[in-house]
């Protein structure tokens, strides 16, 4: 298989690994068929995400993807974080093997749902995550 030098620099050297304490969202999915799990951390001020971290125990491409979507939500607004999806996150890893596409989706569905969890816990709307798991 093979994996662009992008895929391989941030499988060796992942950004934003760790945990926030008192994290504002906090989001954790699962692939059930390869039994990988991903949980991101946002820290949210103003609607900004002011930090993230990312514990991903999963294969090379998960931890890729994780550590590329930290590095794409860092600084942004919810509503631009919300734009960041799998498709955009392999494109900035220079492309995923075919078989590996789902490891970015998991990427994608992990900062939704710390954005769930941010919203849930804030009592606010977000109209883009209507019907997002
Ligand atoms: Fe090997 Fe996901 S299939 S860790
Ligand atoms: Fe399942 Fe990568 S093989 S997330």
Redesign the pocket.
């Known amino acids: 298989m093979q994996y662009s030098p992008k895929v391989m620099d941030h499988f060796m050297n992942p950004r934003n690994v760790g945990e926030i304490e008192e994290a504002s969202g906090i989001g954790e999915v699962g692939?059930a068929?390869?039994g990988?799990i991903m949980r991101i951390y946002l820290d949210i001020e103003d609607e900004i995400i002011k930090d993230v971290k990312f514990m991903t125990f999963?294969?090379g491409?998960?931890i890729a993807s994780s550590s590329m979507a930290t590095e794409m939500v860092k600084g942004k607004t919810i509503h631009e974080a919300l734009a960041v999806t799998n498709k955009a996150v392999a494109e900035a890893l220079d492309g995923l093997p075919p078989v590996?596409m789902?490891?970015s989706v998991?990427a994608e569905q992990a900062i939704k749902s710390a954005l769930i969890d941010y919203a849930k816990k804030n009592n606010i709307h977000i109209p883009e995550l209507d019907g997002v798991v």
Do not use: M, Q
Request: glycine share 8%; charged share 25%; proline share 0%.
């Open positions: 692939n068929k390869c990988d999963g294969c491409s998960a590996k789902h490891c998991l």
